[in-house]
């Protein structure tokens, strides 16, 4: 029986992690998961979501922390862990910077890493900023490649890595797997976001968390929202803010007195998906989001210059707008106006970041290589 370690630090990889972690466990691996804590309150409740429980948590998250700071205590960290407990893999996630911290380790100890959501790039290391080279770096010294799409499989070839059909599998994005188990649950939303929501009117969600977008581009974002309710006097606009302090400073000081404004703390994710299905605009910079919006057929406004996801946009279900105050505006407004725009999303065709069965692929992936070897 191999032994498996996933590592996640963020909720976004906590709640793209988990269903490969119930799958690997449902194919008698033997999983450890370890938490670096990047996230601390926010990754373990997305866990507690799937019921799973970090075997191994790190705990390295702290008030306003720097990247280098976490870079060295997941370094350490890790490998601490991995000097101590013989791994035939491990897994790891996307982009964060736990993700290229624990590849490192992981290399430096030649340990076989699998990278989750292998392949994405936006081309452009400032956007997004750090996670553009934090997957560069991981997709190098990685050892099994699991592309959610065919271009991210392509920009893994064109960039000339030893890939081979038993080291590189397209899969899907684990994302659409846990938005399915989560919809598949009819969870009721919380008490408190019931309360929040007693509006029957339209709604916009909007979050906004990137480094690259601290300071004068989350203010141009900020006061976007301000015009959009300045024009639609029926709308309401709920944000669940991130812990950033940086970010949550900025959203209050512009919009915290707006009283159709509900600014609240991160949802947990079957809250959030109901959120998402519940509005009738997505304003965001998050890239789980733009795969999440496409299942769900949710028009989304991308708050970003670039994207590495440029299959929501060809699609049909995101704009990419920028930080430009006129812009978010008129987009938003346009999108609001238009009901026939929102029925047509709803007849598109297959997502094109998967079906559900990413994690399923995943495990198969793994099965394939170590029997091939």
């Given at each position: 029986?191999?032994?498996?370690t996933?590592?996640?630090g963020?909720?976004?990889e ?14 008698r691996?033997?999983?450890t998961?370890?938490?670096t ?14 019921r799973i ?11 306003r922390?720097t990247?280098?700071?976490?870079t060295a205590?997941v ?21 964060t ?14 340990v076989?890493v699998?990278?989750v ?14 996670e ?7 997709d190098?010294?990685?050892t ?14 064109r ?5 081979t ?15 399915q ?12 976001l ?14 906004a ?7 004068k ?21 709920l ?7 940086s ?22 994710y079957p809250?959030?998906?109901w ?16 795969e ?26 995101a ?9 978010i ?6 999108i609001l ?6 029925e ?7 997502n094109p ?21």
């Amino acid at each position: 029986m191999k032994n498996i370690t996933c590592i996640v630090g963020t909720r976004p990889e906590a709640i793209k992690m988990a269903p490969v972690i119930l799958a690997l466990r449902d194919d008698r691996f033997r999983v450890t998961v370890l938490s670096t804590g990047q996230h601390s309150h926010m990754l373990h409740q997305a866990l507690s979501t799937f019921r799973i429980t970090a075997d191994i948590d790190l705990s390295i998250m702290q008030e306003r922390q720097t990247l280098d700071a976490v870079t060295a205590k997941v370094l350490q960290g890790v490998g601490y862990f991995l000097d101590r407990a013989e791994q035939d893999l491990v897994l790891v996630h996307g982009d964060t910077t736990t993700t290229m911290a624990a590849t490192l380790a992981c290399f430096y100890r030649h340990v076989p890493v699998g990278h989750v959501e292998a392949g994405l790039r936006s081309h452009d290391l400032d956007h997004p900023f750090p996670e553009e080279a934090n997957r560069i770096i991981t997709d190098r010294l990685s050892t099994l490649w699991f592309a959610p799409t065919e271009r991210a499989a392509e920009n893994l070839r064109r960039e000339g890595l030893p890939v081979t059909e038993n080291s590189l599998f397209i899969t899907g994005n684990t994302v659409i797997d846990a938005l399915q188990a989560t919809i598949k649950q009819k969870r009721e939303p919380s008490a408190h976001l019931q309360r929040a929501m007693r509006h029957q009117g339209p709604l916009v969600l909007m979050t906004a968390h990137r480094r690259e977008s601290w300071g004068k581009p989350l203010e141009s974002i900020c006061h976007a929202i301000g015009d959009i309710l300045e024009a639609r006097a029926d709308l309401q606009v709920l944000i669940p803010m991130h812990k950033n302090p940086s970010v949550r400073e900025t959203i209050q000081a512009i919009l915290g007195q707006d009283g159709r404004v509900t600014l609240c703390e991160p949802l947990d994710y079957p809250d959030f998906i109901w959120a998402m299905n519940r509005c009738d605009l997505i304003l965001s910079d998050s890239g789980g989001v733009q795969e999440e919006a496409a299942g769900l057929k949710k028009p989304l406004l991308v708050m970003r210059n670039i994207s590495e996801r440029p299959e929501a946009m060809e699609q049909g279900t995101a704009e990419l707008v920028g930080t430009s105050r006129e812009r978010i505006r008129e987009a938003a407004l346009a999108i609001l106006s238009d009901e026939s725009y929102r029925e047509r999303l709803l007849n598109r065709g297959a997502n094109p970041f998967g079906d559900g069965s990413a994690s399923k692929r995943i495990v198969q992936g793994i099965r394939r290589y170590y029997e091939r070897r």
